[in-house]
């Protein structure tokens, strides 16, 4: 046990980090970007570009062009005189959907007859097809409503308001915005990414340019050497999520709901536990390129199986098992339980456990395979 | 005094079917400089990584300072100094910092750690480079902060792994009289070379070809053994191409370059007849060839060219 030649090495790293300014510049910016960008990104598919071809051009189509674009889900970009044009702005991408309205429209509606409105989406995202599809049907049926009980009332009957009241409530995140559910995630995810690749090329640089052999002909110890080049990380790491944690609240309104420093305790062991993916994956590789190789074997499937995208719950069952070796899915639940739904240690403590006993073991992994030979 | 420091039994390495190091057993004494001479791909460095106990053995055994390097390295790290091939350093820290930094990994902080960095850093002549970045040093300063940092510890037992490789002729002299002056102060060393006019200062000898010793012994020794044979000088203005011609024949052990001439050496004196018919017939006017004493470079093309082991050796 020799901290202070853990402490040597971590104030070598320490300096080596600081003079290279690019890497700096690159570290502290990177996942600022990411967030950034995932934050628009992810919002919800609204104001889908809309063509419309309006045959009617009625006062009540034009009621009905105000309720596609009151649901603030269609922006109406442009107003088509053939179908042809209608065809052509889809196909090309200008627009998302497409509104055709027939010329008899109001004419029906007033001999009490259903006119038929035609409204095509491009469904090759499917997700954002359904949403605008629904919500398509929804302003259909619920003009529909209307007119049904105007023109009962009309002919004079008593309409009661019989019917179901569901009293639908979104719990954490009320005004159901995608930001407050995407930008915790993207705070993990960016810092899994940053941590395993800064860790990854310690061991294996030092390889490369032939002073592990200097190192390996010291006294130092494996698991010395290995936290003192942590140490430094852990720092940048620390700086990367506050600066992170300051976009989400004052450009994204996404405040901690929870125990901060819990927060910065969990992330320490996020951090620890990332590290040595790194730090293991540098043991191995004998270059760096190999290294970059290895992690990118590791980190695609890990933001697929963590939960980031699809939900763990949802997943086969050996996919289940095999998201439970990424460190990414016990830290999404924390964040996000911190974060989103403000929960404490007494409903995290298990998903931190096993955080822990994963990075230990990996940590002692990556420990037991460097064993200071150099053949 | 004659403490043994060093001390291998047939020590060998194998890697996968190629044997780099063929058991080889050799004793180096306190105070020594004991060359390890050989060309590339010889087993010089295998052998002084399984000293410096960061490579496993595959069989035979070493000790180092009495601690056996298989089994106890870590013990064998603590007391001795390496300066890898190439002497690796990092661009981006300065010599100090190096020099602080190896001091840390031996245990060395405070004011201990002080006064062997300004220490060492007067003797090794780095004072006024100290706040210099190691990527800007020329190559002999970046041996000496090399060796600066494999000595901060005051190791008794230091190797030396091609200290001078790529170095300037003034700087390896200067570099070869820090080495001169550590070992007078009772340090052990170790040292490989390939440059056979520096293995003149070395007290001990050894020639390693195919991972096997194929000599050993003082320079004088070696340069007067009666298996030395006999080197001529050859001047003429077509050496380079007699060079080839020359090595074919069989009684011509070795035929090198050197300088602007040729030396040839031949297992024996009547043999010179026949040499001299060769270079008349090529040109060669009245050759003079009264023998020289042979430098270590024509005693190791002569090895070699004897050796069962060689496939041809030019220095």
């Known amino acids: ?375 | 005094m004659s403490t043994t420091t060093v001390r291998a039994e047939r020590l060998t390495r194998r890697f996968g079917d190629f044997v780099a190091v063929d058991a080889i057993s050799f004793e180096i004494h306190a105070g020594e400089i004991w060359g390890f001479l050989g060309p590339n791909g010889s087993g010089k460095s295998t052998t002084i990584r399984m000293l410096c106990g960061v490579l496993e053995p595959s069989g035979g055994r070493a000790e180092v300072l009495g601690y056996d390097v298989a089994r106890d390295p870590e013990a064998v790290k603590l007391r001795i100094g390496y300066m890898s091939q190439g002497s690796a350093l990092w661009n981006d820290l300065t010599v100090a910092e190096h020099l602080r930094f190896f001091a840390g990994l031996f245990d060395l902080y405070g004011a201990a750690q002080s006064a062997a960095v300004t220490e060492w850093m007067e003797r090794i002549g780095l004072t006024e480079r100290r706040n210099q970045l190691a990527g800007t040093l020329p190559g002999g300063f970046r041996k000496r902060l090399a060796l600066a940092c494999a000595l901060l510890h005051r190791p008794p037992m230091l190797f030396l792994d091609e200290p001078t490789a790529g170095v300037d002729p003034v700087s390896r002299r200067e570099f070869w009289d820090l080495i001169v002056g550590l070992a007078d102060e009772g340090t052990t060393i170790m040292v490989t070379t390939h440059y056979l006019d520096e293995a003149e200062h070395c007290n001990q000898l050894a020639f390693i070809y195919g991972g096997r010793i194929i000599a050993r012994g003082s320079p004088r020794t070696l340069k007067s053994a009666p298996d030395a044979g006999v080197t001529v000088e050859v001047l003429s203005p077509e050496n380079v191409g007699l060079l080839d011609p020359l090595d074919g024949l069989p009684f011509v052990r070795s035929a090198s370059l050197y300088g602007s001439s040729l030396h040839v050496t031949v297992t024996d004196r009547t043999q010179l007849v026949a040499l001299r018919a060769f270079l008349t017939e090529h040109g060669v006017a009245a050759p003079d060839l009264t023998p020289i004493a042979p430098s270590l470079e024509d005693v190791f093309a002569g090895l070699v060219g004897t050796s069962p082991a060689a496939g041809g050796y030019a220095s």
């Open chain 1, 1 to 375: 046990m020799n901290w202070k030649r853990v402490w040597t090495i971590a104030v070598k790293e320490y300096r080596q980090f600081i003079r290279d300014r690019r890497t700096v510049v690159a570290t502290m910016l990177m996942p600022l970007i990411q967030v950034v960008l995932y934050g628009y990104l992810s919002s919800d598919v609204r104001y889908q570009p809309t063509v419309v071809w309006d045959l009617s051009r009625t006062a009540e189509s034009r009621q009905l062009l105000q309720a596609f674009t009151n649901s603030q889900y269609f922006a109406i970009t442009f107003q088509a005189r053939n179908m042809h044009e209608v065809v052509e702005r889809i196909e090309d991408g200008r627009a998302l959907a497409g509104v055709v309205i027939p010329p008899d429209y109001a004419t029906l509606i007033h001999e009490k007859k259903t006119p038929q409105v035609m409204v095509a989406v491009d469904a090759s995202d499917a997700t954002a097809a359904r949403t605008s599809l629904s919500v398509a049907q929804a302003i259909g049926s619920s003009l529909t409503n209307k007119m049904r009980i105007k023109e009962l009332r009309m002919q004079g009957a008593h309409v009661s308001a019989v019917g179901i009241d569901v009293r639908a409530r979104a719990w954490y995140n009320p005004a159901l915005r995608q930001e407050v559910f995407i930008v915790p995630g993207v705070l993990a995810l960016v810092m899994q990414f940053t941590m395993t690749f800064l860790s990854m090329s310690t061991i294996v640089r030092e390889r490369e340019l032939g002073t592990l052999e200097q190192l390996v002909v010291s006294p130092i110890q494996p698991w010395e050497l290995m936290l003192g080049k942590m140490i430094p990380l852990i720092t940048i790491g620390y700086v990367n999520v506050t600066l992170i944690l300051l976009l989400a609240l004052f450009w994204f309104h996404v405040p901690v709901a929870g125990n901060v420093f819990l927060l910065y305790v969990t992330v320490f062991v996020f951090f620890f536990t990332t590290l040595g993916m790194g730090t293991l994956v540098s043991t191995i590789a004998k270059t760096y390129i190999q290294a970059v190789q290895m992690i990118q074997l590791f980190l695609m499937p890990s933001m697929l199986l963590s939960g980031f995208i699809f939900p763990v719950a949802a997943m086969p069952p050996v996919l289940q098992w095999l998201s439970y070796l990424v460190p990414l899915t016990y830290f999404l639940t924390i964040v996000r339980g911190i974060i989103i739904k403000g929960v404490g240690f007494e409903y995290l403590w298990w998903q931190i456990f096993l955080l822990t006993v994963l990075g230990l073991a990996v940590f002692a992994t990556a420990v037991l395979r460097f064993r200071k030979r150099i053949d």
